[in-house]
């Protein structure tokens, strides 16, 4: 039974040592040879019905993911998709900001905090451009919190108005979700339930079909920081790309162990004596 590979990135640029960017190029080639090998690009929102199917997925099957409204979005990787015939199949998460009111066209989506100021972020125009192409578009919140450290009243604002906007905007529903740096708790994943078809975690590794299948409100994804070479990105069409995740997983689950254990330290230190 095959599992299907999420792919998560942000945003597409040369010479960067950012973890959250990816060369436009390997970007290129890699899509270009899943196309060559017969890959199909699925909407998070067929993989969600595979999975309460309880059904395997269809052999050489993917979803394409972006996070974080990055203009890259639509300049390099918009024509990449559209070439490759994988429009269907991918969706961008986006972040629309907590201003009220209708978003304007030619209005830029708001960046993220602690972006730089030289990765811009795309218009709501091209939202529409790319959603009449086959571009779906997914919630994000309204501000991109952690939403493990927020009420529940708060975590639920923050879907409600995200999926709202977009909705809004597109006349279309938006039924996806990925919870902010990938971070979720019982509390986000039951709130997630109550407004959306499936949401996407910060779970490294591959969503499986199927009697014992994935969650649809905690889908794993493969992260493209762990793609970023020739040899890496050569996993996506071999037997080692299930292994190699499980592997790279261990270090990334120590880390944030730690960090989890010393930021616990740290709040006991900061309460009042």
């Known amino acids: ?52 199917q309880r059904k395997p997925f269809p052999q050489r099957s993917l979803s394409v993911t972006f996070d974080d409204n990055h203009r890259s979005v639509y300049e390099i990787a918009f024509p990449v998709l559209q070439r490759h015939d994988m429009l269907d199949g991918t969706t961008v998460f986006l972040t629309v900001g907590s201003a009220p009111g209708p978003r304007q066209p030619d209005q830029t989506l708001p960046p993220l905090p602690g972006a730089r100021r030289d990765q811009p972020t795309f218009s709501w125009r091209q939202v529409r451009e790319m959603h009449a192409a086959g571009v779906r578009f997914g919630a994000h919140t309204a501000t991109h919190p952690d939403l493990t450290r927020l009420p529940a009243e708060q975590v639920e604002q923050e879907m409600a108005r995200s999926r709202e906007t977009i909705e809004d905007f597109l006349g279309a529903p938006a039924t996806c979700f990925a919870y902010p740096y990938g971070r979720h708790d019982h509390q986000a994943v039951q709130l997630a339930r109550k407004h ?74 900061n309460k009042p004596g």
Request: net charge positive.
């Open 196 to 269: 959306f078809d499936c949401a996407c975690s910060d779970r490294l590794g591959l969503v499986r079909g199927g009697k014992a299948g994935s969650d649809p409100y905690r889908l794993e994804r493969v992260d493209a920081y762990y793609l970023r070479h020739d040899w890496s990105i050569g996993l996506l069409w071999s037997m080692w790309l299930a292994p190699y995740l499980q592997a790279r997983n261990v270090p990334r689950q120590l880390r944030r162990r730690v960090r989890a254990r010393l930021a616990i330290r740290q709040r006991g230190c």
């Open 1 to 52: 039974m095959a599992p299907l590979p999420v792919l998560m990135f942000h945003v597409l640029e040369t010479n960067s040592q950012s973890a959250i960017s990816f060369p436009p190029a390997l970007f290129e080639r890699g899509l270009a040879e899943l196309a060559r090998r017969g890959y199909r690009a699925m909407a998070l929102t067929e993989v969600a019905d595979v999975l309460r």
